[in-house]
């Protein structure tokens, strides 16, 4: 009984020791992996003037979008000659919470591509939806970061009414997006690709804007994100208990 249980516990043991070679292999791989990484990152960590002066215009040609401004900051400019609607570029971007500190590199193709775009006198308008900073409005309108809604607000007719702002949702790779694909979305029209979109949370003309729930959504929500992960099943077991 004895030496068979010690048995029993020897070859967990017995197991690991020969796995331990190829492991310590593997690490090695790992290791040497992640320094080549690390080492071919290296030269592109320190902001280089390209990076630093896109970041620059970036931050004069954007506006923050809040709960509070988003509505007058997206409206179409009474006072412009053009006839066209009025085209805005919503970039949506979050930090380690909302977008698990994965958007850098789409922060930094934006950047660069807000700097090339902005030169342009047909570029659109740029705004920022930082989920961190509002996230009720991100919930408001069921989006994730990093994305782009491309917005499209047609001027009011003579008679003041308003033809409904078109909205085109496009979700971007959080690894692979290029500076020169966010660019397209505008030179080349490439938002045009997808239909816009039309659901429930279209921030204008959606069922949730127009009976105005989107704010209590949000905060709805927001709540549930808030809320820690053990409590649903302390509240699912007190309800299915009470009903028992
Ligand atoms: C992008 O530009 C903003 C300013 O508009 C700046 O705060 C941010 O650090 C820049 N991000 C990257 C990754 O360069
Ligand atoms: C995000 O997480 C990183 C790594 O965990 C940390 O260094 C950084 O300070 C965090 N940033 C914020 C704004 O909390
Ligand atoms: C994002 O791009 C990477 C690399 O090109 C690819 O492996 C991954 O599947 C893409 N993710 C999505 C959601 O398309």
Not at 89 to 116: E, F, P, Q, R
């Amino acid at each position: 009984m004895r030496f068979s249980s010690s048995i029993v516990f020897a070859l967990p043991a017995l197991a690991l020791a020969q796995e331990q070679v190829p492991l310590a292999d593997k690490i090695k791989g790992w290791l040497s992996q992640a320094q080549s990484f690390v080492s071919s990152a290296v030269p592109s960590v320190p902001s280089s003037p390209v990076d630093a002066g896109a970041a620059k215009v970036a931050e004069h040609v954007e506006t923050s979008l809040t709960l509070e401004n988003w509505q007058s900051v997206l409206s179409a400019d009474p006072s412009a000659t053009t006839a066209g609607p009025e085209d805005f570029m919503v970039y949506i971007t979050g930090g380690n919470k909302t977008c698990y500190g994965v958007c850098d590199h789409a922060d930094k193709a934006w950047n660069d591509s807000v700097a090339l775009l902005s030169a342009s006198p047909s570029a659109p308008k740029f705004a920022v939806l930082n989920c961190e900073n509002e996230p009720i409005l991100c919930n408001a309108w069921a989006v994730g970061p990093p994305s782009i809604y491309y917005i499209s607000i047609p001027h009011a007719l003579a008679d003041q009414s308003a033809p409904a702002p078109l909205a085109y949702y496009i979700p971007l790779n959080r690894t692979s997006v290029t500076a020169s694909e966010i660019t397209a979305i505008s030179t080349k029209e490439t938002y045009k690709t997808n239909a816009p979109y039309e659901g429930i949370w279209h921030p204008f003309s959606g069922l949730i804007a127009q009976y105005q729930l989107g704010m209590p959504i949000g905060y709805v929500l927001w709540g549930f994100s808030k809320m820690p992960s053990w409590l649903p099943m302390i509240l699912i077991s007190f309800f299915s208990r009470s009903f028992m």
